[in-house]
């Protein structure tokens, strides 16, 4: 616990040439490593406050972004088939952005002022930006499915019109609503969600359209309403589901890389996380049956839909729940702030660099933490960049090498 | 002009006001008890000298008077004699106690040092920093940036998101889950408005808590640093000045800083605190590309012609 003074260089002084500044320009004290000393295991830090109720929110959030941006691509790209795609898309994003907009604003601590949240915008809170994306999201998705209804009543002129109309803002709108939430835990200090920049946010996007092709699916294929832009949905499904198992994958090998963190191991949600990969996995396997099942029984289809869903739920409960736990644990953060900033852009490092007689042991955690520290943020997001387009790319020409095959064996 | 002489002459005119007790406030005091004329438009913050500090703990109570703060945990908590824990939503001023007994590890010390005698003892508080996590954070608008260039909470705005907790690098501001908002040290300001200083910084007995304004501060705290290496002190360094750390990844700079004798990890501060709303364009950047790239996938795979899935459908139903 006694300083080691040894350890400690004595900072040079250099006296000012000129006459002004008056006062001797001091360099910067180089500090003995950290040992993994804490304030008696008090976090440094406070953990967030975030809840069920904000893991709830952010699974309908994407979801209703997801289905919105399905919907607006079925309804100009897709043919006649498509309309039962457009019609459940629209409602549900409507559905999603009602139930995530209040359950938000109950999530707040004094609930009755939400409507405060518009007084600014502020583009250096993505909460603020959040915000401004959901309102006049659910605004929008709100009056697209008031024209859906109109159509589905008769009016088909004037519903038709008022629902394209609007679901061009609201699909715009979508893919901010289904990203911004990953920026959003990132941008905090929390160790578990700031030591994953910038992932999070791609992570977020690939899981909102996959919940929500997940869930059309369910709710077209349990009307009986298999058209061909149903198998269409059904390779929309797996392929956004593979890039979020990419993702995921790419994000968990680089955590498992950077030395002394880890922070989701040593919290109570490793098992659950396992269970999301896992049930990802079993609904892209049921999927990948289902479109090679000639017979079309939806029932595959719409367990595989099922699994995708519960897991996307729970992973919404476990980053949640998981980021809260390690904003307690001090060693966390301190390694955080250590390790996975831009540590040579400060006067003080905060590992001296590798001394020749330091151990070496010392010695490579110290250039370690340099090296990662330096080039980690931006090396790894276009790092992640690559592994996300290069994917979904792949997957796509698997997707229709499979449709390819099959349409051949028939001829 | 007042860094060279510390702490500076008392003005003539404090011998107009004897009393003891005041019928009304003096105007200007904090000429008169830290030789600051606070005026609008200056940053002011705190130099907490914590090789000064005696562990009183006067900052804690004067703080808790003032501001009206409840109580709090009562208990004793085993960690010394720090009985508060950290900054909360109900604890603005924070007496943090290290005890570095030991000589060599495992062995106990029988001389005690005549500088500091084995103890730290540092008075935290609200960073007040130049670029604030909490108030870039804040989507109310609640957190704003005074005119004396300290960080506030607005009590009638703040509607609980509780976005500016996690977001703060320093573990400073928090909720009140009794009245539903978030609370954190003012730098007293109702008391600033008035031409006094901040209340833990009048009746600091040692002048551990030294108020005024930020530029003059560091020139004051480099002083200090100085002598005290001239002194052979040579772990005394400044927490929170421009280039230094706790002044890292973006925050550029702590209006409230201090002069620690230890890591900062010790005191249970980050060596190296990062702004968090620096890393959004990149993160919500990758974030649109991946959502752009899947609409796209989504609009290729829905444009299927017509007649090659109707075969398929077709074929499927026989």
């Known amino acids: 616990m006694h300083p080691d003074k040894s350890a400690m260089q004595r900072p040079t002084v250099r006296m000012a040439t000129a006459a002004p500044p008056v006062l001797p320009v001091f360099s910067a004290p180089v500090f003995p490593a950290y040992s993994g000393q804490t304030y008696y295991g008090i976090p440094p830090i406070k953990p967030s406050h975030y809840k069920w109720r904000t893991a709830v929110a952010f699974f309908f959030n994407g979801l209703a972004g997801g289905s919105q941006i399905i919907a607006t691509k079925a309804d100009w790209f897709a043919g006649a088939d498509g309309r039962g795609i457009v019609r459940t898309g629209r409602y549900l994003a409507a559905a999603g952005a009602t139930i995530t907009t209040l359950t938000l604003i109950s999530a707040l601590h004094t609930p009755r002022r939400w409507y405060n949240m518009l007084r600014i915008y502020k583009p250096t809170s993505p909460m603020s930006i959040g915000i401004w994306a959901i309102t006049p999201f659910t605004i929008f998705s709100v009056l697209t499915a008031a024209g859906q209804f109109l159509e589905d009543e008769g009016y088909s002129g004037a519903g038709g019109w008022m629902g394209r109309f609007f679901s061009l803002p609201s699909a715009a709108l979508g893919s901010l609503v289904m990203t911004y939430m990953g920026t959003e835990l990132e941008e905090t200090n929390t160790p578990l969600w700031a030591e994953a920049h910038p992932a999070m946010a791609p992570l977020y996007a690939a899981a909102g359209m996959s919940n929500a092709a997940a869930a059309l699916l369910l709710l077209i294929r349990s009307k009986k309403e298999a058209g061909a832009a149903t198998l269409a949905l059904q390779k929309l499904a797996f392929v956004s589901t593979a890039a979020e198992l990419g993702l995921g994958g790419a994000l968990d090998a680089a955590r498992r890389r950077a030395p002394g963190t880890g922070s989701l191991r040593k919290t109570r949600y490793d098992a659950g996380y396992r269970m999301v990969s896992g049930a990802a996995s079993g609904a892209l396997i049921l999927w990948l049956l289902d479109g090679m099942d000639r017979s079309r029984r939806p029932a595959a289809g719409m367990l595989a839909s099922l699994l995708k869903l519960a897991g996307g739920m729970l992973w919404q409960w476990v980053t949640v729940y998981a980021g809260r736990e390690s904003g307690r644990h001090p060693g966390d953060y301190f390694e955080y702030t250590r390790l996975h900033t831009n540590i040579s852009a400060t006067k003080h490092p905060a590992a001296p660099p590798p001394a020749e007689d330091a151990p070496p042991d010392q010695r490579e955690k110290a250039s370690a933490a340099v090296r990662s520290g330096k080039g980690y943020a931006r090396s790894a997001g276009l790092r992640w960049s690559l592994i996300g387009i290069g994917s979904v790319a792949l997957l796509l020409s698997f997707a229709k090498k499979v449709e390819g095959a099959y349409d051949r064996e028939k001829r | ?318």
């Open chain 2, 1 to 318: 002009m007042t860094s060279a002489v510390y702490p500076p002459a008392v003005p003539a005119r404090a011998r107009n006001h004897p009393e003891s007790t005041f019928g009304q406030v003096i105007p200007d005091e904090a000429e008169l008890t830290a030789g600051v004329r606070i005026v609008p438009g200056r940053n002011y913050g705190f130099f907490t000298d914590t090789s000064l500090c005696i562990g009183c703990k006067a900052c804690e109570v004067a703080c808790k008077e003032w501001n009206a703060l409840p109580a709090g945990d009562l208990r004793l908590s085993g960690h010394s004699y720090d009985n508060t824990g950290g900054l909360g939503a109900a604890t603005w001023r924070h007496v943090a106690f290290i005890e570095q007994i030991e000589e060599a590890p495992g062995c106990r010390a029988n001389l005690l040092k005549p500088f500091q005698s084995h103890w730290l003892m540092m008075s935290d508080v609200c960073k007040h920093c130049k670029r604030a996590g909490c108030l870039e954070a804040c989507p109310t608008g609640a957190l704003f940036r005074t005119e004396f260039g300290s960080v506030v909470v607005q009590q009638d705005i703040c509607n609980g998101c509780a976005y500016c907790v996690p977001s703060c690098p320093f573990g400073v501001i928090e909720i009140n889950f009794e009245d539903g908002r978030a609370h954190k040290c003012t730098l007293c300001y109702d008391r600033l408005k008035g031409g006094l200083e901040p209340a833990c910084a009048k009746t600091c007995p040692t002048n551990a808590i030294q108020f005024g304004p930020v530029d003059e501060l560091v020139t004051r705290a480099r002083l200090r640093e100085e002598k005290l290496h001239a002194a052979g002190v040579e772990t005394a360094y400044l927490y929170g000045v421009p280039d230094g750390a706790g002044a890292t990844g973006g925050i550029e700079q702590l209006y409230c800083f201090f002069l620690l004798l230890d890591r900062p990890e010790v005191y249970n501060l980050p060596v190296a605190p990062q702004l968090p709303s620096k890393r959004i364009p990149r993160s919500l950047g990758a974030g649109m590309a991946t959502a752009a790239v899947l609409a796209a996938a989504t609009a290729v795979l829905l444009a299927e012609s017509p007649k090659k899935l109707q075969r398929k459908v077709t074929h499927a139903s026989r």
